[in-house]
């Protein structure tokens, strides 16, 4: 079981910045892989960014440049820097956990509880 707690969302104004916290119950580099989904109203939950345990990472195109994934291992916490936000950034963000265990390293996933951005323009 791995537990994972968001902080950081906000309101903010177009083109400011907000830094979102994901902090998680055991060491990220046990996790393959972590990243921020968002999902809109109406819409489906989108990947934004996620990074595997060997440090890389995979951007949204529609956040490339203006968002930023990094982790501190001694906190066991993966961030995101968005900076240049825009209204259609407005979702609520949820940090990802993808877990591999067992003979298959069959992936499971955990989720945050998720915390609301909102880009007012």
């Known amino acids: 079981q791995v537990q994972l707690v968001e902080s950081g969302g906000g309101l903010v104004q177009a083109g400011g910045s907000l830094r979102l916290s994901c902090a998680a119950s055991?060491?990220?580099?046990?996790?393959?892989?972590m990243g921020w989904y968002r999902q809109a109203p109406g819409k489906q939950r989108e990947l934004v960014v996620d990074?595997?345990?060997?440090?890389?990472?995979n951007y949204a195109d529609s956040v490339k440049g203006r968002f930023t994934i990094s982790r501190d291992g001694a906190k066991n916490t993966v961030y995101l820097q968005m900076n240049s936000l825009k209204p259609e950034d407005t979702a609520v963000y949820y940090c990802?956990?993808?877990?591999?265990?067992?003979?298959?390293?069959?992936?499971?996933?955990?989720w945050g509880q998720g915390t609301q951005v909102t880009v007012s323009s």
């Open positions: 990802n956990a993808d877990v591999r265990s067992g003979p298959f390293y069959r992936r499971r996933d955990y």
């Open positions: 990074i595997t345990s060997g440090g890389i990472s």
């Open positions: 055991i060491s990220i580099f046990s996790i393959n892989a």
